[in-house]
């Protein structure tokens, strides 16, 4: 069954050609700074969500931010698919309500199930609304400027993440952990105000498609599978069979998938895609740089309250810095990537990021000194990650059809999360015991630096140039 094409009429295509896409660009990335921003605000909301709620246990609490984990990365490739298939502006405004009134039952809660359960809830929209605010921004820009909105909606998110504990620390003291929640709540409002006002339809989308629903469950089982293996791999609830069961779970689920996917007349995912080589390299660089930004990103803060012994809010301010750095690089280096293609970012970057963690492990000692030792630390991250993080992003997408923009996109954006979890995870194996020394840190830097050089390795072979290939 279709129904009428959607594409914008002659007149209206020309209206949309003369108007900035900017405002565009901003409807969509406001929604997507809010889902980066409670990815890692919570950090600071842990302590006292748990005083908040002193019957639950520690594994209770776990589940807070590890129920949000797993589903958003489970449910954004279907999340694209259904962007893809239904309208990325529906897909979008739905997913931002539900996560407007997720985040609204969230500062409300008045137990530990219910705070999860809502964090569900939250998760499915965000998951919803990042591939098709992607999709959205790419419908909008002429393609010669695809580069540079796609570095900058890339730096949004990154921004938002890197802030968040720091902003997430100085909103809990003053108004207590029901108001990292609530922060959401007026930027939100105005993205689906402005969203249902502004935004049109692509002409791509010219019919309802039916939804892949086996491709979607499979992947669903596929992804969750392994997110849960990952961040329960430190639980004691969770024997190593069971996690193993888990992980094999998930291999036969992806396996299932692929299988699904090449007999299937309208998969959920095509698997053309990755027959093209720099979007394969693209998504394994993706989860090398994914694991390695996490696992820094943890560090950082671990590395200044215990072993510097910075209070958290001293902690996120000597941070900032680095995420300071990470807009204004990511808008030069999409200037770079769209007239050169990405590779010229990507491989000079990696090779930054890499710097940043041999300082750290050469340079920085025992003894506080934040301006000579770890202010240039953070400021090559960020260097490094303005370079990186939103550049993969863009190279993912650069040479995807129109029709394939969202799933594209969430495809690269739920290996990311995998790739953050996997980070958390030996984040935590690595340096999370209560007391830490200098000495413990040095296995997570030679790991990062690795992770950096593997993801400099990988992106030497990605190609997005418009000619030469």
């Not at 590395?303 to 204004?328: D, E, F, M, R």
Request: aromatic letters at 10%.
């Amino acid at each position: 069954m279709t129904t009428p094409s959607i594409a914008p009429s002659p007149l209206a295509a020309g209206a949309a050609a003369s108007a900035s896409p900017w405002p565009i660009f901003w409807i969509a990335s406001i929604a997507v700074f809010l889902v980066s921003l409670d990815a890692t605000l919570l950090y600071a909301a842990f302590g006292p969500l748990g005083r908040s709620f002193p019957s639950a246990t520690p594994a209770d609490m776990s589940w807070v931010l590890n129920a949000y984990t797993i589903v958003y990365a489970a449910m954004l490739v279907p999340a694209g698919g259904l962007a893809d298939t239904h309208g990325r502006k529906r897909v979008f405004l739905g997913g931002v309500t539900i996560f407007l009134a997720a985040s609204a039952a969230c500062g409300m809660a008045d137990s530990v199930a219910f705070l999860i359960a809502a964090r569900v809830a939250q998760a499915l929209g965000a998951a919803l609304l990042t591939p098709a605010s992607l999709s959205i921004i790419l419908d909008a820009f002429p393609k010669e400027k695809r580069a540079v909105a796609v570095s900058l909606w890339g730096a949004v998110g990154g921004l938002a993440a890197a802030v968040g504990p720091s902003l997430g620390t100085t909103v809990i003291e003053h108004f207590g952990w029901p108001a990292a929640f609530y922060l959401n709540l007026p930027l939100g409002a105005l993205s689906l105000w402005f969203g249902a006002a502004r935004l049109q339809e692509a002409g791509a989308v010219a019919s309802r498609q039916r939804v892949d629903v086996v491709g979607m469950l499979l992947l669903i089982l596929a992804v969750g599978a392994f997110a849960m293996a990952i961040t329960q791999s430190e639980s004691p609830h969770w024997s190593r069979v069971e996690l193993a069961v888990l992980a094999l779970s998930g291999v036969v689920g992806l396996g299932a998938f692929v299988i699904w996917a090449r007999t299937a007349s309208a998969p959920l995912v095509d698997l053309a895609l990755f027959a093209n080589r720099s979007y394969s390299l693209v998504n394994l660089a993706t989860l090398a740089f994914g694991t390695a930004f996490a696992l820094m990103f943890f560090s950082y803060f671990a590395y200044l309250t215990k072993v510097w012994h910075y209070s958290l809010p001293a902690a996120g301010l000597a941070v900032t810095p680095g995420p300071l750095t990470v807009v204004p690089t990511a808008i030069i280096a999409g200037r770079i990537a769209a007239r050169y293609g990405h590779r010229r970012v990507l491989v000079p970057g990696a090779l930054v990021y890499a710097c940043s963690s041999l300082w750290l492990l050469t340079m920085v000692g025992s003894e506080p000194h934040y301006l000579t030792q770890w202010l240039p630390a953070v400021l090559l991250s960020g260097t490094g990650v303005g370079m990186v993080l939103p550049s993969l992003a863009g190279a993912a997408v650069a040479r995807l059809p129109p029709a394939q923009y969202a799933v594209g996109s969430a495809v690269n954006q739920a290996t990311r999360q995998l790739g953050g979890a996997l980070g958390v995870a030996i984040a935590v194996v690595l340096v999370g015991s209560a007391t830490l020394t200098r000495a413990d840190f040095v296995p997570l830097y030679a790991l990062h630096v690795t992770l950096a050089l593997l993801t400099c390795g990988l992106c030497l072979g990605v190609n997005t140039r418009k000619t030469g290939e």
